[in-house]
């Protein structure tokens, strides 16, 4: 499967005429619009996606409903908006994830480069966190990198599961820092979190909001953020880039997707209201309570980031010697 995004894709979503967003078929919407998140109700997707459904329903002058359908660690959600009707009535809600796991599973049920569409980076979350028990002798990532040079693959990380971005950001940190780190997997970032805290394994890379009342309690120790700037939250915690990590970046990301086929004047009429309701003040404010920031991009930003995300995932996983199973 060809895992970059066709170009046959982009030349469509680049055709897109600019006047788009207001020509639209004179009866869309005419019923409601559901969004399939594949999380559990509560989870950061599921938060992320009702704050903006709130202006975005609105808006379209429709109601919204929500279909929470989790299991395989986002794959049953995404495949049920790949095989749904492309009629702009059922939408993805998707995370960073979703260019992952072509890596690590062989037979995915849908293909993400052909049987979805995308229609926007709703918002990207302020970075995750590198941190580690506080009983571990590593004060700084400079410190941590020497001890996992004299300790190869001693040193464990905790994931949300096979190929979540917990284990994404490590391994890029692992990859540019030269060391092995092992992972161990959870079914989620709680039980992560919760075996960091009680030094069962050394280290992880949760968001850096789930990770802060730990912090400021002295239960976890935090040495960076994965993201490219400062949290003002976390102001005294340096980026990996200035800790030593020279270049390193990894941050996580909320998108929407239909599935293919979709009018190109209903993806550009969702992506006009979604990057309207996610720079409403009210909207904001919400979003940066959750550690994020609201984006609004155009499908073909989207597409680039994804085929980005591919090629870096592509590399990772040759040098973590992965084989999709």
């Known amino acids: 499967m060809n895992r970059n995004i066709p170009a046959l894709v982009l030349t469509a979503l680049a055709a897109l005429p600019a006047q788009a967003a207001t020509i639209v ?10 969004i399939v998140v594949p999380y559990g109700a509560g989870a950061g997707p599921d ?6 459904a709130e202006k975005l329903g609105p808006a379209l002058g429709t109601n919204i409903v929500f279909e929470n359908r989790g299991g395989g660690g986002g794959m049953l959600g995404t495949e049920i908006v790949a095989k749904s009707a492309p009629d702009g009535y059922t939408l993805l809600l998707q995370v960073a994830a979703y260019a992952t796991y072509p890596f690590f599973f062989k037979n995915l049920p849908y293909d993400p480069a052909k049987d979805l569409i995308p229609v926007t980076l709703a918002a990207k979350n302020v970075g995750y ?7 571990l002798p590593a004060r700084s990532v400079r410190e941590l990198v020497a001890l996992a040079k004299a300790n190869p693959a001693k040193l464990n990380y ?6 979540s971005v917990m284990q994404m950001a490590a391994e890029l940190f692992a990859y540019m820092s030269t060391i092995k780190l092992t ?5 989620g970032v709680p039980a992560a979190l ?17 990770a802060l009342p730990f912090m400021q309690a002295g239960r976890l120790r935090v040495l960076a953020i994965t993201a490219d700037r400062r949290w003002n939250k976390m102001a005294d915690t340096p980026t990996l880039s200035e800790a030593g990590v020279k ?16 009018p190109a004047e209903y993806v550009a009429r969702v992506q006009s209201e979604v990057a309207k309701a996610v720079k409403d003040a009210g909207v904001q404010r919400r979003l940066e309570e959750q550690g994020l920031e609201g984006v609004g991009s155009t499908p ?3 597409a680039k980031i994804i085929d980005e995300e591919f090629a870096l995932n592509r590399k990772l996983t040759a040098a973590m010697g992965i084989v999709p199973q």
């Open 25 to 34: 078929a004179k009866d869309y919407p005419n019923r409601l619009i559901r």
């Open 47 to 52: 938060v992320v996606g009702r704050i903006i």
């Open 129 to 135: 966190v590198l941190v580690v028990n506080p009983s």
């Open 158 to 163: 905790g994931t949300a599961g096979v190929g």
């Open 183 to 187: 992972p161990v997997h959870y079914t």
């Open 194 to 210: 919760s075996d960091t805290i009680s030094g069962q394994i050394e280290m992880g890379f949760p968001a850096a909001p789930s």
């Open 247 to 262: 270049g390193y970046k990894y941050i996580g990301w909320y998108g929407f997707w239909f599935p293919a086929g979709t």
């Open 300 to 302: 073909q930003e989207l």
